[in-house]
Nanobody
């Protein structure tokens, strides 16, 4: 089955940008929908963005216009370009299949937006 590894998180000031990457180990990645999810301290995990096998995208209203999800099937990788970051964007960011499946949750990558 697919193994996913997230990277690219870090500490940024409000208004800054980051690009997250999610690299998959299996070629079946290319035929499934993927999503980025996040969990802020003390809050439930939430869906941030999705991308279908052919590149159709959807976003939560909280990030629409600021974040862009994309994929490179040749590299088995999905990206999340984040701009105009806000303190409320702070959390651990995870990738997974969409809809998510328990077996694919990994360690995620920490994003901290703070001055």
């Amino acid at each position: 089955q697919v193994h996913l590894v997230e990277s690219g998180g870090g500490l940024v000031q409000p208004g800054g940008s980051l690009r997250l990457s999610c690299e998959a180990s299996e070629r079946i990645f290319s035929i499934i929908s993927m999503g980025w999810y996040r969990q802020a301290p003390g809050k439930q995990r939430e869906l941030v963005a999705t991308i279908s096998n052919i590149g159709s995208t959807n976003y939560t209203a909280r990030v629409k216009g600021r974040f862009t999800i994309s994929r490179d099937n040749a590299k088995n990788t999905v990206y999340l370009q984040m701009t105009s970051l806000k303190p409320d964007d702070t959390g651990v960011y995870y990738c997974n299949k969409f809809p998510s499946t328990r077996r694919l949750w990994g360690q995620g990558t920490q994003v901290t937006v703070s001055s």
